[in-house]
């Protein structure tokens, strides 16, 4: 949609409770209609810097902070159980517990990368992962998953939303929860995520297409962690 409205500003959310970003006096609503009530001070000073930076035209593309807030509200909040489920199954296959059979340098680097994640996931939440190499799958014990979805079930809606977006695209629910719980930075996990990756490129080279693909799922991590930082100032 084009630009309208000349004047952005946060205020209190109508009832108390949250903020709310303001065009031209109005507060903003997500594109399902709800009200967008924001938790955190900081991040809707974000949400805000977003609205005021756009041109001619909006472009959600561009809004990612936004682009968050909205996911809670519209999709988070009303099925939080389907998101925790839907999460929670990433640990039955999750990346660091698939190691590659060979070559023996690729499988020592996932290793080194992997092992002290699935050592923190049994520190943290008691959840013992196994891993396996090659392509055959390993069943994790009924206990280790529930220990994992247990993690997922005491994050707020606001958490699920960032960690659906580390999860997803590094493959791994250990990896996204070690960034909400400050084990890895952002930047961290992407590469723990990209090992084989990384490895395959050593070896042979990266197209551009590649590159760019790279690049902006990198992005979106950072992104996805930055939200997490935002909310987390208050």
């Known amino acids: 949609m084009k630009r309208i409205y000349k004047a952005v500003a946060v205020a209190p959310a109508a009832g108390g409770g949250g ?31 977003e609205w005021d930076a756009q041109v001619d035209k909006v472009d959600a593309r561009s809004m990612p902070m936004t682009g968050f807030v909205a996911t809670v509200v519209d999709r ?71 220990a994992l979805r247990r993690g997922v079930e005491a994050l707020g809606d606001w958490e699920l939303a960032p960690l659906h977006t580390l999860t997803s695209i590094t493959g791994s629910l250990v990896l996204g929860l070690a960034v909400l719980h400050g084990r890895l930075d952002a930047a961290a996990a992407y590469d723990a995520s990209e090992v084989d990756e990384a490895f395959q490129i050593e070896k042979w080279g990266m197209d551009r297409e590649a590159e760019q693909r790279r690049r902006r799922r990198r992005a979106e991590v950072a992104e996805a962690a930055k939200f997490v930082e935002l909310l987390r100032a208050g």
């Open 76 to 146: 988070v909040s009303p099925q939080r159980d389907f998101v925790v489920t839907e999460l929670a199954g990433y640990g039955g296959s999750d990346l660091v517990c698939y190691l590659a059979d060979e070559p023996a340098e690729l499988t020592a680097r996932q290793e080194a990368a992997w092992a002290p994640l699935r050592d923190w996931a049994s520190e943290a939440f008691g959840a013992r992962l196994r891993p396996t190499a090659g392509v055959m799958p390993v069943a994790q014990s009924p206990d280790s998953l529930a």
């Open 19 to 49: 903020f709310a970003v303001h065009l031209d006096g109005k507060p903003v609503n997500s594109p399902g209609q709800r009200p967008l009530v924001i938790p955190a001070r900081a991040l809707a000073e974000a949400v805000a810097a």
